[in-house]
């Protein structure tokens, strides 16, 4: 029977080690794509307008006149 002379180091040994750094580093991964996909989610929340902010716009562009404008304010806020 032959010794190992890494000792407790043979090639099992070092497939595992690698086993368990791609495990880490897909944990690290996942974990770091888990807080960008968050991150995102909150500036799409923040970047909803109102359809008062958009009707304002619209009024400001000059694609409707003040009486539609007053009309449709009306509209939303009744």
């Given at each position: 029977?032959?010794?190992?002379?890494?000792?407790?180091?043979?090639?099992?040994?070092?497939?595992?080690?690698?086993?368990?750094?791609?495990?880490?580093?897909?944990?690290?991964?996942?974990?770091?794509?888990?807080?960008?996909?968050?991150?995102?989610?909150?500036?799409?929340?923040?970047?909803?307008?109102?359809?008062?902010?958009i009707?304002?716009?619209?009024y400001?562009?000059?694609?409707?006149?003040?009486?539609?404008?007053?009309?449709?304010?009306?509209?939303?806020?009744?």
């Amino acid at each position: 029977m032959m010794y190992n002379m890494m000792g407790n180091f043979g090639y099992g040994n070092w497939f595992g080690l690698i086993i368990m750094v791609i495990f880490w580093i897909l944990v690290v991964a996942g974990l770091a794509a888990f807080i960008k996909w968050v991150a995102e989610q909150g500036k799409r929340e923040s970047k909803a307008k109102s359809a008062l902010e958009i009707l304002k716009e619209r009024y400001a562009k000059g694609e409707i006149d003040k009486k539609e404008f007053e009309e449709k304010k009306k509209d939303l806020i009744s």
